[in-house]
């Protein structure tokens, strides 16, 4: 992966950590929030439960607990503002630090003797002491925006629990996210009606006017969606009743002048807001609210009338900064509204739409809001929908299979459990699409044609295809380092392959498992089928099942009825090389 060009020297370096600056937050703080939202790709609430700079910190700015990979990364984040280069100095001592982590009594004794308040209840609350008597590793993780010498290089040569990310190191991991930017041209509307002009603070003006609409739809990037690319959602087309409702009231010319009585209205956020008695001006513009009303209107603006008004809302203010998009979440916390549209400007969602487009342009889209690009459906690309992909994470990262149906949870309280994880890059979301893909293909084959159709088996399926690839040294390499099996030759259709062949045989021993699990009446003699619709959401049955069918999975492994994955994946690679001899 090539480095990206990012300012990491100071202070250039503060433009990045924007989104992140508050009063009580020093630039250090900033900088270790900046990197767990762009490396570690943590939800906000996360990355600051993670954080714990400042007095008494004992050495330690954050804790991160990687339940995945049963580790815990112990950070100290080192903002220089002068020197550009890093020794074996900091280094040492960090990693000297790292040894009040490495047992249950040392743990508990800084988190008694420490008058850090963050770091004791980060201790507490992430069972830190409990976690490492159970054996997760230690991992030291130095972060800074220095450059790493000879002596930094020959240090972390014998220290493998440390990782140094430093400016190179940071640059070349770096996902640059290609959203859409604001629009820069300027437009001018004329105020012919009374407005509210209010400073909420310094810098931070808003201006409330009825405008023409006719003068609004002539807004640019409205016909093509860029104009709301900071939006929750795209237009959703005139198939949904409030989009048809809009069109009604739009041709229904006798209620023009009542449209600022009962419409909500738009809001638009821009970078560059000026306003006099008589005319505004804005540019770097996009609006966060009201996209089906404005594209309505666009779509009809044969119809429009100089007596439609829309009270429209400009806030001078960054599009992309954190309180943006807090106000775009709550104008939009309305009704026709999911969680899903509202988590479509998570950082965490946009940066993955962009992986994968990088990586994966002429296979994959990945679609992070309704409405978005309609085109996509059309150009012989998989789309895969974030919707989708979180109920295969969900099953398979997770192992809530349990869970997928409730789709109202996936981008609220679970979001944070599916998607806020360093290792959900795009190549994982990849990877589980193409077992989804392999494994759901299978289900063809079950004589329970019911069970094979029901919506939520082709999700437990995925659920036990990780508890098979969990067996086997290989497969827990892949759930681990997915990207390692997809950067090989012809890695992913490999993938598919080996997959498709773990799952008929547990499609085999989930049939024979349904099948037996029916339960007969003795007095009629008739057999009560597998409730399989109440079963598969209740965690104790799908755990049981679960269980039962790896274990039946494991005998034909060791009995050689059925190859494990790391067999499977050798057997690929020797017919690459055999075809490539022919």
């Known amino acids: 992966m090539s480095a990206v060009s990012i300012p990491l020297s100071y202070p250039s370096i503060k433009t990045l950590l924007a989104g992140h600056v508050l009063r009580q937050r020093t630039e250090?703080?900033?900088f270790l929030a900046w990197f767990l939202e762009s490396y570690y790709r943590l939800e906000e609430t996360e990355l600051e439960d993670c954080i714990c700079d400042g007095v008494d910190d004992k050495g330690i700015d954050g804790v991160y607990v990687n339940d995945q990979l049963a580790q815990i990364d112990v950070f100290q984040s080192r903002l220089m503002t002068k020197r550009k280069v890093l020794g074996d100095t900091e280094l040492r001592e960090f990693h000297g630090s790292l040894n009040q982590m490495r047992s249950p009594k040392s743990v508990q004794l800084v988190g008694s003797s420490t008058k850090n308040a963050e770091l004791s209840r980060l201790i507490r609350e992430k069972e830190i002491e409990k976690k490492v008597a159970e054996g997760y590793k230690i991992q030291g993780v130095f972060l800074t925006n220095a450059t790493r010498n000879r002596d930094a290089v020959g240090y972390l040569k014998t220290a493998s629990d440390l990782a140094l990310w430093d400016?190179?190191?940071?640059?070349?991991?770096?996902?640059?996210?290609?959203?859409?930017?604001?629009?820069?041209?300027?437009?001018?509307?004329?105020?012919?009606?009374?407005?509210?002009?209010?400073?909420?603070?310094?810098?931070?003006?808003?201006?409330?006017?009825?405008?023409?609409?006719?003068?609004l739809v002539k807004m640019e990037g409205i016909s093509n969606g860029e104009l709301f690319s900071w939006n929750v959602r795209q237009y959703l087309t005139k198939k949904t009743k409030v989009n048809r409702d809009i069109?009604?009231?739009?041709?229904?010319?006798?209620e023009h002048k009542y449209f600022p009585a009962f419409h909500n209205g738009l809001t638009i956020l821009c970078n560059s807001l000026s306003?006099?008695?008589?005319?505004?001006?804005?540019?770097?513009?996009?609006?966060?609210?009201?996209c089906q009303s404005l594209t309505g209107l666009y779509e009809n603006r044969s119809a429009l009338t100089p007596e439609l008004y829309i009270l429209t809302k400009f806030i001078h203010i960054q599009p992309d900064s954190t309180l943006a998009r807090k106000i775009t979440d709550h104008t939009n916390n309305q009704n026709g509204t999911t969680y899903r549209d509202l988590q479509s400007n998570n950082p965490i969602?946009?940066?993955?739409?962009?992986?994968?487009?990088?990586?994966?342009?002429?296979?994959?889209?990945?679609?992070?809001?309704?409405?978005?690009?309609?085109?996509?459906?059309?150009?012989?690309?998989?789309?895969?929908?974030?919707?989708?992909?979180?109920?295969?994470?969900?099953?398979?990262?997770?192992?809530?299979?349990?869970?997928?149906?409730?789709t109202y949870r996936l981008f609220d309280d679970l979001h944070s459990k599916i998607f806020g994880r360093p290792e959900v890059n795009g190549d994982r979301i990849v990877s589980v699409y193409e077992i989804y893909e392999s494994s759901r293909e299978k289900l063809s084959a079950m004589k329970n044609e019911l069970f094979a159709h029901y919506g939520l088996t082709k999700f437990l399926l995925v659920y036990l295809v990780r508890l098979a690839l969990e067996s086997d040294h290989t497969g827990n390499e892949l759930i681990q380092r997915p990207s390692d099996f997809l950067s090989q030759p012809d890695g992913r259709n490999r993938l598919r392959s080996c997959i498709g062949k773990i799952s008929q045989m547990l499609v085999r021993l989930l049939d024979a498992e349904v099948e037996r699990r029916a339960i007969k009446d003795d007095t009629t003699g008739i057999s009560i089928p597998f409730d399989f619709k109440s079963n598969l959401k209740g965690q104790k049955a799908v755990i049981d099942l679960g269980t039962s069918v790896i274990a039946h999975y494991g005998i034909a492994i060791d009995s050689e009825l059925a190859p494990a994955f790391s067999e499977l994946w050798k057997r690929t690679a020797r017919g690459k090389r055999k075809k490539r001899r022919k």
């Open 28 to 30: 250090s703080r900033q």
């Open 167 to 215: 400016a190179p190191e940071l640059k070349a991991a770096y996902v640059e996210v290609d959203k859409t930017g604001p629009i820069t041209n300027p437009i001018v509307f004329k105020l012919s009606k009374p407005f509210i002009r209010y400073a909420i603070e310094p810098g931070m003006d808003m201006v409330i006017a009825p405008l023409p609409a006719s003068e």
């Open 247 to 254: 069109e009604r009231s739009i041709q229904a010319k006798a």
């Open 275 to 290: 306003c006099t008695k008589t005319h505004l001006t804005a540019s770097g513009y996009a609006v966060v609210n009201g």
């Open 349 to 406: 969602q946009t940066r993955l739409q962009s992986e994968i487009h990088k990586h994966y342009a002429n296979d994959f889209t990945y679609r992070i809001k309704r409405g978005e690009h309609p085109e996509w459906d059309k150009q012989g690309k998989t789309v895969i929908e974030n919707e989708l992909a979180a109920r295969i994470l969900l099953a398979y990262d997770v192992k809530e299979p349990w869970s997928c149906h409730q």
